[in-house]
């Protein structure tokens, strides 16, 4: 179908003006919009960085295997027979048709259904029908499954990057992994995937979900005036707390929640099981954090977000506790495929899991309440992003840029960016920052 | 083939269905409701994409919807509030239902009827639709003399959803 | 949900409805016509975009179509001339109609039906069609005996038109 | 206009095309070859784009699709091997079938039914979707009490196939 | 869906070689077809020069408004609460998102759904939710929403431009406001528009549907021979006289009708007071034009065409004059969408506007059997302008370059080709010529 | 719709590197996805070259026409009244319009439909309207429909050039006649279409089709594993034997069947009127290939490839042979276009050509057992190439180049290559090889 809308420009971008301006809290809409700018993003960012693939749970078997996208480049994640997980790029080497069109499964081998090319769930090539015919000159070994360079995880999460010369991904992560571990070691058992993750495709810049993961608390009360109510979203007492916590590599933490001294950890619902073993493997000042964050998100740039909250199923319901993850899959300038996975903690009832499954599928899932309305403002900036004029205009992400505190008191790493007013973008300028230093510093 | 219902009850039936499409299409939210039991189960499952021939779907844990009468209302109270933002200007639905199988009767105030729906759905000011396709298999309760939805199972059939979201009642 | 027509007249209107399809996609154009009462009011509204929420859409008093029985066979006969650049070689079209609801049965010689309406269109040696989407609402008459079509509106679902033209009836 | 065959005949020729139709899109290929009749011819003719205004095709010598029950059956064993790559994953299918109309029933044995036909196709973890639209003109044969297919002729709108293949049964 | 249609070229056009073959009579097909010369035509031409946006009557009383589009550019048309009539983009200047999603309405205010800021019908940004995290460095009235550096009237013809340089609208005007007065003022009363506009959107470029509406006559008794044997376009007596008017800045009217002496107005069908009122308000000489064209059409450089005709609802009834405006909404190289128009004067009875709007829906709205008809060429050329071989070739806008009288005599301005022949393309090279112009100038 | 695929990529290629890589039998996977070489294609393989455009039988009639597509160049294929058949590209003169929408038929003349300028079946402009508006200065002979600059046949075999400048057809196909001798000579009656070619779009790389109809009978027993077991390919006796004959310019044959002394021309079931012709009709030599081949296929680089074959239209069924050819029409980097036909001896009986329609149906049509496994061959690899790390991946097309035999007692001309193993790619590398000449000597 034909679309009634301007197409996406193609001026050249000028990367020094564009980091000039977002250090004066000023984004150029082009930014959204410049094909050129999109090509560098796929080679500057993507190809070079970690990029998050996928959770532990879902290849728990030697064998099982999971389809993925990084930037758009199709992979399998991939338990081998020697129990290690790969991420293989899921074209043959012969001629370059998909190796497995399957997404998901258990195989111990991967044949091309084009000439017959085998490679067994490492990714090594172990049969090449005819293999006479190349007089010996081909050796399986160097016509293997490419794989990631690395592959590492973190506590279940597990990143890819196709960079060998990358930084290992805890550097990568830094400062984050201190919150990471709060979502993440609060069962002695870990986590679990709820389902299948779910896939659709939002007619949006990647970069607009992404920005408003790592910092926009400002829109909650604006775009999802009518979610909130709904009667699901818990309430609590204490005075209201919101923090921007920038960390290093332009990952960004937000948490929406309460002063220090009222503790909100209840509002999780969690079982006896992991209320006790969070006390044994979270520091104090992690306890803490999850004692004052009703809601916990952010982003790890480029393509994982993720949010951490307690929400009811239903109206009026009591609410649970659970972890959603967002992977960003940029298709083109225009389009982001977005994946979305509900996690609990492995050793909650099965009722809690139901529960939980439902208040993620009713509120963040491509049919939640809340990310309807979250679909339409990222696709309007994106299209608007695109017109003749807008898309030489600078946007405004100075929100308390002349007006926030560094909150020293804060029991976690990185700038804890806090105020009265509750109004950040803070996470928004050091996201764009480092986005541009990938830019600018890959050429 | 035989007839699982008399002539009576199938058209029954089909008006049930149509009139219920007919209400989701013409925004008549709250009345639609009043076309479920208070026990409805409304599942719109995930299918993927498995290797296994045969097998054209894994149907895992997951869905796209799981919703019970609390939470329908709860959608459909929020299609009302101002500030919706994701429903204002409101999307244009139409509901294509045919392929109507009624395939049991056992119960003569229970029966369960299998339906194709394909629904398009228009919003804004650009040429673009939606096209949803599935089969929805449902079963239909006599309470207190109407015909009520008490289960409706929407397979559709996409696993990549082709839509920016799921706003409207499928 | 009360029977508003008994059987005999419920097939006979669903017939009609198929009938009056079928020679518009075989192109049986002037025996189409022929369905139709001789003060036949055809209208195809036009949907904007409206703000306020529970208002899918404000009808002002514009059309796509506002047809009688004179302009549409001023229509069909052009798409029997020679040099009809719009239609030559000539569109193919397919009405999917379902969703048939008989709304009022008062008068035994007048139904009110509505049902909805899906068309395909395919046209030359691309790889492209259009498809409409959009509900009717008809007055049939019986006239001597025989159903005709005394009025039709069609509820297009699209505010901009996702095709070139409307040279096709609709 | 009038009723070619009676009630109980129309409502099991119905019956018959939607089962049919459900047996297709739940991959039940065997089954539903025990509804061909063992001489069922099954054509979907080429329609080519002509000059002449009142002619919407030319039907020439050509088919999209020719066969038999032995073709048919041919490739349904293919659609169940492993290593059947343009079906694995399998495609999932959607018969919307439409605008039923028994158009003859001289014979009680024999009818003759045309019906609107379209079939959404989905494949694989794209987006991506196919349209396929046309009219059947059906046989159907009476063979010890049970309906059975005897003659499909499917229609397709399209002259240039909108679809990378037929893969499915259409 | 796929096309199996080839794709616009891209080759580096060579300006002043098509200046050449202009002057020359001969027209490039790739001034159809490639992407370069349509971006020059975004940049150096439509948000440069003075867009049609309207017709005040859509906008009658404060707060109304009417979305727009500039070029591709979404923007509001509003009555402001202080009555005037300004352009906005509809862009929110915080974060881009798109501020209305309503076709029409009336308002007050203009609330994003985003973050919430807030713009007054006259755009001024009244309302920054958490302004205080600004720390007072976020001054409201350089955030407001952006306007049309102009926004001006010509007989209730709203028109805009982004460009704060241009002339005025009269001077771009020029010589083409002495024809829109004949079509403006014939009422005292003025023009309302029938029903909202229709809009849809056809695979073409958009200079072939203007080139048509700016002199293409010729066309005529050949796309439309069976619509013109229907029976509802008047029969006048008087020898038929046609001619192109070229005016000033590339603008240009055509005229079909007749020779002096044959007076025609009858076919217009107007009440008592319009005939009264236009005798009033017209020049004699413009007077003589109405009663020589039965249509009169023209084109505005670049996105208004218009057509001013006496035309029937039905074979055999009684014609009625109607004036219908088209803007060209320019969307990407191969398609345009159109915005149509049907407007008669204030002062005709209920029943004339229905007779009105009935003659324009089936004479020349989307569904017109002459509308359909311009559809077909207008997107075979817009096709064949992308093939291989034919996009290089030469169209030929010759027609009356080596036979056409300027006809001396005419009442009204400009240079008014006609021939014995009734075959003119002069517009079509003035047009091009000016549309050129723009291009080279700009840069 | 969206599709949730990457996009093209736009690198400037290195035609250097890329010749040294197809000599080393590495091909970079780019050539398939990268727009900047899909260009090149066009204007230096596509429009400079020889392209099949349809067989003598489609247009018996003096006035007959089909409407045809040279690499995405709409053209008519037309017999005049003169019998001679032309070339003519379906572009009016005047201003662009397509002059003929039918996909066949027979004509005098063909008639614009805008401004009615009337071309003769030779494509002579006989009539245009106000000729005399144009002052003596249009001289019609000027501006009569562009033909293909050529338009010769081989046996029937119709091909067509843009390029005045190109080699005779007889000289473009060298060798492959010999080849095409065997297939288009067996009958004194000559071969006819049944029925119209197929059309359908596929989502691939033109190459991709092309590359396996030339060489690639390796992907056989892999790809088509299942419809190999419906009994509808025919059993013969005698060692399997398979060759990739390289010819000149680009083109290249592929025999699959029995080393010689095994005859198998009885698999085709031809009249004895056939046996007797083409005894006569070919050389010994011929003879041979045709007693060895039961399916011989090939490409003539770029747009047409063909395969003849013996095919049962039902399991267990006696085969017919019958020649399928394949006209390969570049829409974009990831679409080509696929015309098909089947054709058989004139001299065949009706059930014989009703038994090779329904084998070429069910088989290669678009519906075709064998067909549809291909297409998600092609349109896998094609998606792969747009990956960012994949487009820069080099495939293997080094098979059988270092265990190869040239068969230099073979009797047909060309190189022949084959191998114990029947596994080879010789003739892609001679395809790529030959294509890369013609983008870079085409600069
Ligand atoms: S492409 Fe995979 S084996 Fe040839
Ligand atoms: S984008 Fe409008 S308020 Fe933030
Ligand atoms: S474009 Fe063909 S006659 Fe003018
Ligand atoms: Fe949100
Ligand atoms: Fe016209
Ligand atoms: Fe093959």
Known sequence: MNKAEPQACNLEPNLEEIAKN?????????????????????????????????????????????????????????????????????????????????????????????????????????????????????????????????????NGLIFATFNADSPSLEDFLGETKWYLDILTKRSDEGLQTLGPPHRWV???????????????????????????????????????????????????????????????????????????????????GQQEVLNRATSLGGNILPNLAFMDLAF?????????????????????????????????????????????????????GPSGVFEQDDVVVWSGASQTAKGPVSRKLLQNISMGMNNSELDTSFPGPGKVYTNKTRFLESNLRSFYRNWLQNLIGGQ | MAHTVNDHTHRQVVEFLMHEAELLDDRGFEEWLEQLTEDVVYQVPIRDTGKKNGDSEILRDGAWLSENWKSLDMRIRRLRMPGVVAEDPPSRTRHFVSNIRIVAGGNPDTVEVKSNLLVYRYRGESVHYDLFSGERRDIIRRVNGAWKLARRDLWLDQAVLASQDISIIL
């Not at chain 1, 090319?117 to 007089?135: F, K, M, Q, R």
């Not at chain 1, 609590?236 to 916590?245: H, K, L, R, Y």
């Not at chain 1, 239903?314 to 083109?332: C, D, H, Q």
Request: aromatic share 12%; proline share 6%; hydrophobic share 40%.
């Open chain 1, 22 to 154: 977002i250090d004066a809290g000023l984004l150029p809409s082009e930014v959204f919009s410049n094909q050129a700018i999109f090509e560098l993003e796929l080679d500057r960012l993507f190809i070079r960085t970690w990029l998050f693939v996928g959770h532990e749970s879902e290849v728990p078997k030697p064998g099982d295997y999971v389809a993925r996208s990084m930037a758009s480049e199709s992979v399998l994640l991939v338990r081998g027979h020697d129990d290690k997980i790969r991420v293989l790029i899921n074209t043959c080497r012969h001629r370059g048709n998909i190796v497995c069109r399957s997404g998901q499964g258990n195989t111990k081998n991967f044949e091309c259904s084009y000439h017959g090319w085998c490679y067994d769930n490492t990714g090594a090539l172990i049969g090449v029908p005819g293999i006479e015919a190349y007089g010996g000159k081909l050796s399986p070994d160097q016509w293997s499954l490419i794989q990631a360079a690395k592959v590492e995880h973190y």
């Open chain 1, 202 to 284: 939002i007619p949006t810049n990647w970069k607009l979900p992404a920005d408003q993961f790592v910092g926009d608390t400002a829109h909650f009360p604006f775009t999802h005036i009518s979610a909130l109510k709904l009667g699901t979203w818990p309430i609590t007492d204490g005075p209201p707390w919101v923090a921007n916590i920038s960390l290093e590599n332009g990952h960004g933490i937000w948490i929406r929640g309460v002063e220090a001294g009222h503790p909100v950890l209840w509002v999780r619902g969690y079982p006896d099981s992991v209320t006790a073993s969070l006390k044994r493997n979270l520091l104090p």
């Open chain 1, 312 to 364: 009811a199923d239903e109206p009026g319901a009591s609410s649970v506790g659970y972890l959603s993850l967002r992977l960003w899959n940029p298709i083109s300038v225009d389009q982001t495929e977005i994946w979305s996975w509900c996690l609990v903690e492995k050793d909650t009832s099965q009722e809690f899991k139901e529960k939980a499954y439902k208040a993620y599928l009713r509120g963040f």
